[in-house]
């Protein structure tokens, strides 16, 4: 009933940026907090940066001062603006929501994207 599509991937230099935006779209009720998540080769996937509906945001002590996540309510749409890129950085990311559908508005999905590869490289 909802899907979560992650965008803005891509190879990049140490020192570079990217931003990732995730769109979710379905019969959506309301979200509550949207995230990202990534997962490096042979490490478990680790919360990145989320974003409640209210604007709180939390990152990751590897992330805070280089890493930006944002939201538009409107477009039902989160945003990782990343900084500063580091090797350390490479990963598949994962958009998180969530979602209460028109459905089911009393039970909140814990919805992910297919996940996008972000991969810092010389």
């Known amino acids: 009933q909802v899907q979560l599509v992650e965008s803005g991937g891509g190879l990049v230099q140490p020192g570079g940026s990217l931003r990732l935006s995730c769109a979710a779209s379905?019969?959506?009720?309301?979200?509550?907090?949207m995230g990202w998540y990534r997962q490096a080769p042979g490490k478990q996937r680790e919360l990145v940066a989320a974003?409640?509906?209210?604007?709180?945001?939390n990152y990751a002590d590897s992330v805070k001062g280089r890493f930006t996540v944002s939201r538009d309510n409107a477009k039902n749409t989160v945003y990782l603006q990343m900084n500063n890129l580091k090797p350390e950085d490479t990963a598949v990311y994962y958009c998180?929501?969530?979602?209460?559908?028109?459905?089911?508005?009393?039970?909140?999905?814990?919805?992910w994207g297919q996940g996008t590869q972000v991969t810092v490289s010389s």
């Open positions: 974003i409640s509906s209210g604007g709180i945001t």
């Open positions: 379905g019969s959506i009720f309301s979200i509550n907090t």
């Open positions: 998180n929501a969530g979602v209460r559908t028109t459905t089911q508005p009393m039970v909140t999905y814990n919805s």
